[in-house]
């Protein structure tokens, strides 16, 4: 079966770190682009990192720049997070999108994989 399962999210205080994980079943998750996405209450869903297969021009959002780090090896994407902040807090969604393309796709329509999404709270 082809499929992305998420795990690693929680409740972390404010300046706390996760890391998130997304195993990939049934495919090489190294010949596709890669990205994390995440969907924050009455928001809509905005992708905060990705990575194309080349693993050059890696997007960050600017909000989490210097704090989030994508990686990602033949089974499985992570996304790390520091310093986190209450305005962190969503439900996280790891995608992959089956290109070569030298730049990762910033638009969720790309992307024919998706994780069940992790929620993700940073509170005191």
């Known amino acids: 079966q082809v499929q992305l399962v998420e795990s690693g999210g929680g409740l972390v205080q404010p300046g706390g770190s996760l890391r998130l994980s997304c195993a990939a079943s049934?495919?090489?998750?190294?010949?596709?682009?890669i990205a994390w996405f995440r969907q924050a209450p009455g928001k809509e869903r905005e992708q905060i990192s990705c990575m194309p297969m080349s693993e050059d021009s890696l997007f960050y959002l600017d909000s989490v720049k210097g704090r989030f780090t994508i990686s990602r090896d033949y089974a499985k994407m992570y996304l790390q997070m520091n310093s986190l902040r209450p305005e962190d807090t969503a439900v996280y969604y790891c995608?992959?999108?089956?290109?070569?393309?030298?730049?990762?796709?910033?638009?969720?329509?790309?992307?024919?994989?998706w994780g069940q999404g992790t929620q993700v709270t940073v509170s005191s």
């Open positions: 995608a992959a999108d089956e290109t070569v393309a030298p730049i990762c796709a910033r638009s969720e329509e790309f992307y024919d994989r």
């Open positions: 049934g495919f090489a998750l190294d010949a596709y682009a």
